[in-house]
């Protein structure tokens, strides 16, 4: 599955925001510096989707707010089923 997100680095708190236009808003406290906050994506992602390490990767936009990133799940609807999941609370 791919997704296009935004990221938003040096915020408050790690978290999956929501929805903004066709990107998932995430923000992370890491700086966009070094790789810090594609790093903390990635385990924001695989954190709040329960899914294993290594299985989230950046596939565009290192160094841009905008990327797009790859999950490699078992089945794309339990993905999605928790997007929804984490964005109702």
Known sequence: MKLHIKVIPSSSKDCI????????????KAPPEKGKANKAVIKVLEKSLSLP?????????????????????VDDNIITNKLEQILKK
């Open 17 to 28: 925001t929501g929805w903004l236009a066709d990107s998932l808003k995430i923000k992370v």
């Open 53 to 73: 390490k290594g299985s989230v990767n950046i596939e565009s936009g290192l160094t841009s707010c905008k990327k797009i990133i790859e999950i490699n799940a």
